[in-house]
């Protein structure tokens, strides 16, 4: 099976009941200033190369963002502050993107999440979240090959990140280490080393507050790049 293979039986899901009827309510009704827009409003699919070395996990799509878009972090604000990041650490081809047919290109780097739909309130639940741990279990191995860090953006990220790789047989330590912006953990398997780096999320709520900065991410893009050799 490819990357490729999987979007595209990811985005016909219909696993959970609450989800499809959010994202295909926000479609419908739309925010007044996407009114003469099509929403996606269906399972938003991971964002770059297949054999990506920095694999980067969020939490879910954004309802007028990647929901909005069809493409991860493109459409809202807090995809805003990340492609700017990814741009600056020479990850991204462009600074600022609008739609999934912009030309935007992630260089070595792949975005994904833990839930593929967008949640009311950006609160997925757990049942969701592990309904959707399929999916993000068989992209991972699918990058395992290249893959060598991993960026997980907010707590969320970080426990659906780990659980995922000790899904997979890694060995992630117990107990699991604790989020904190600017963490690492080194993961193990078959003499295969991952190196986990934790940001805080993108969210405005961080990022209007100041409390995670532009250069703040950028510092952990940074280490993640170095990482795996990019
Ligand atoms: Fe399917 Fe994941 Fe969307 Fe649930 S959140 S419907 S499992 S793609």
Not at 63 to 82: E, I, K, Y
Not at 102 to 111: A, P, Q, S
Request: charged residues 25%; aromatic residues 8%.
């Amino acid at each position: 099976r490819t990357i490729a293979a999987l979007d595209a039986d990811l985005v016909d899901c219909r696993a959970c009941p609450r989800l499809v009827a959010w994202r295909e309510q926000v479609a419908h009704e739309k925010r007044a200033a996407f009114a003469d827009q099509t929403y996606w409003g269906r399972p938003v699919p991971g964002f770059g190369p297949d054999d990506a070395r920095v694999v980067i996990l969020g939490l879910a799509p954004a309802a007028h963002g990647g929901n909005r878009t069809g493409r991860m972090f493109t459409g809202d604000q807090s995809g805003d502050v990340l492609f700017r990041a990814l741009y600056d650490t020479g990850l991204a081809s462009q600074p600022t993107v609008v739609s999934a047919d912009d030309g935007t290109e992630l260089y070595g780097v792949r975005m994904t999440a833990p839930v593929h739909c967008a949640p009311p309130q950006n609160k997925p639940t757990v049942a969701e979240r592990d309904r959707c741990a399929r999916w993000l279990d068989a992209e991972l191995e699918l990058l395992m090959p290249t893959l060598r860090s991993v960026v997980v953006l907010g707590a969320f990220g970080w426990q659906a990140g780990l659980r995922a790789f000790a899904d997979l047989g890694w060995e992630v330590g117990r107990p699991r280490p604790k989020f904190a912006h600017g963490a690492r953990t080194v993961i193990r398997r078959d003499h295969r080393e991952l190196t986990v780096f934790a940001s805080y999320h993108v969210s405005q709520h961080n990022t209007f507050t100041g409390r995670l900065t532009p250069d703040m991410l950028v510092e952990v893009l940074t280490a993640a790049a170095e990482n795996a050799g990019l």
